[in-house]
């Protein structure tokens, strides 16, 4: 059979892997925690220096042997290698070797020198422990270095010999103190990085078969292919061809190259951490297992009965990649489809297929518009059987519906998308896939383009309802975790190290033994009176009839849930979901807590004023505002002004205010009807602040401060509202540090601040916890909450 000319582009000599810069990364993440590690262990690495020391000792000879191998085969290996791939004619691969091996000593050496200068002491001393030897050994570094760079550790012999090596020479030398443990695992994570940065930065010879391989590969498993051609990459950047045979049919060829199995990870794994989606399928996969995975859901969609490309064949083509052949299909992808010609009939068409692979537990996982076709008849084709899985369950089958849905809907809106597919599988399937309606369940095609119609989840899921409206679905949580709760546990962590350090300056023994009980049972019981405060508060704003101590039972709950919430959120949901319970309608329930808060916020200004005020005319000498704190308001006052004056934020400010404000209005109008409603809200809001501020005052007095109860108001009420605005649960570490800086600004010794400080929230945040506890628990037991 004659050559076939292959029509495609110029394969580059050369590629950037992005499996080198992956590697790249994780050496760097690796290297660094190590490196943490080794300074938390020091003394338990000082102790395994003197035990190898003392093993040297009594077996000199050994050492000595160690350290003659060692010494001589870390140079002659490399060196071996070298020429081995000389002979074979790759030198290009020795030459990137030589490159990083330049680049590692070099590197080395600069940092070596860096640390000996004095920067870095405590990394200078863990390298070298206290002694003239090098931080980072440059030899080592090199040849590892090099090592990396000329993949030895894909030939299982050379990688074998090379570690050996590696290790006897660093046994030698940590045997006669020229190294320490510390400095020979960073030294080869060093020269690992700068391995795989050099392979990233130089890129690597293209192993990719070219088309001409393809060819012969399909030639091989019978396919008399007369013409080739290469067309537009898919979703996942796999090569396709259309290839021409001799009876005039055609393929579809997709080659999955194995350079490209890592290519997404990282959006891969993310979505893997965050979304729980009960899938099965690896994140990062082999060549065999993705060309498997493909082939097995192709031939099952056709057992299945869907209208998808039959594969006809798959086959390796040698060690770097695999394809698979499907026949081919004259059609064109819905997104090129008019809305207008988007029909009922298609609708029924689309949804009668993802019905056939429901029947048979296949999730497609892709239903979009460039993997849902039209043929030339009009019938509709299914595309991209890799993404989907066999076996699905059914979290995966429902996701497929939410998905499909959604994508319909965006093209002839949610109505017509929830009668078509109703028509097909009815109202209990919509139904059950209605909680799964959820931005983080649906693509990144589907996402981007919900961002211009922000409401079309809500109209389907009101659309559904409509449909069965007597359905009693279960909440589905998709997302692990979100965004905002890296950001919560980042900040407690440093909140955490905040509230340690002040804690390390106090003597607590000191602090217990000399405080004064009197005026700690006076803060105790003032920290009290703020629970039952918030209880009348909450009573004042709700018309509806509330029991009193089931209510102040409610708000110590809310003390409880602040350990993993921020101060401003959990009160919040455990008072609003306290008042749903109370048989209140949501809208109701949200408007009246949220009512609470705009005049606790109300309040809060007013009395911030009030106290400033009053302060800054009777103790000008005394509470005098630092230039730190000046400077601190006006970039407040900036970052104010720049919120309000950009469009895009101040929307979204105004956006989240009116979500939570939105029923407000309407919720005082009913309050200002009843005068004592109207008297116990207000009462119940000022208690709350008063109580805090005794309470605070109460603890610098018990430990012998003396400053005016205004000047501790100011000091509290700033605090306060750093601490709402603090990510952290219970404002952590934010409440802290003001209350201890206000304090101390106030004319407070910092040392009595801290200790003042500190027996404030505990008698405030760590006390109530255990009978918030208890509260939760029999409010739960009880139905309440």
Known sequence: MSDVYVV????????RRPSDLLRFFVTLIVLVAVGLLALVAKQTLVGLEADVKEGAELVPLLSRIAAFLGGAAVLIVPAAFAVERVFHRDGLRVAEGLIAAIVGMAGSFLLGQWLVAGNADDLRLLLTGDRRIEPLNTLLTSVVAYATAVRISRRPTWRMLMWTTIALYILAFFSGRQITLPSAIITVLVGMAIGYATLYGVGSPNTRPPGSAVVAALRKLSFPVVSARRVEDDYQGSRRYAIGLKDGTS????????????????YRLWRRIRLNSETRRKAIRSLRAELEREALMAYAAQAAGASTPRLLGTSEIGTEAALLAYEHIETRPLDEVPDEQIDDALLAQIWEQVELLRIQRLAHRRLTGDSIHLDRAGRVVLTDARSGEIAAGDLLLRLDIAQLLTYLALRVGAERSVRAAAAVLGPEALAAAMPLLQRIALTRETRAALAKNKHLLAGLREQIVALKPQVKVEEVRLERFRPRTLVTIIASTLAAYVVLSQLSRVDIYRVVTTANWAWSGVALLASFVSFVAAALMLRGFVPEPLPLWRTVLVQFASSFVKLVAPAAVGGVAINTRYLQKRGIPPASAMASVGASQLIMLVFHIALLLLFAYITGSTQTTTFTPSRGLVVVLLLVAVLVVVVLGVPPLRKLVTSRMRKLFSNV?????????????????????????????????ACVAAFGGSISFTAVAVVYLTANAIGSAAPTPGGLGAVELALAGGLTVAGVPAELATSAVLLHRLLTFWLPVLPGWASFTYLQRHEAL
């Open 251 to 266: 393929l579809d060829v997709t080659v999955l190259d194995r350079d490209r199995q890592v290519a997404g990870l990282p």
């Open 665 to 697: 209005l309407p919720r005082l109008l009913d309050v200002l009807q009843s005068p004592r409603k109207m008297v116990e809200a207000c009462t119940g809001t000022l208690m709350i602040t008063i109580a805090f501020v005794l309470c605070l005052d």
């Open 8 to 15: 495609e582009p110029l394969l580059p000599q050369r590629l």
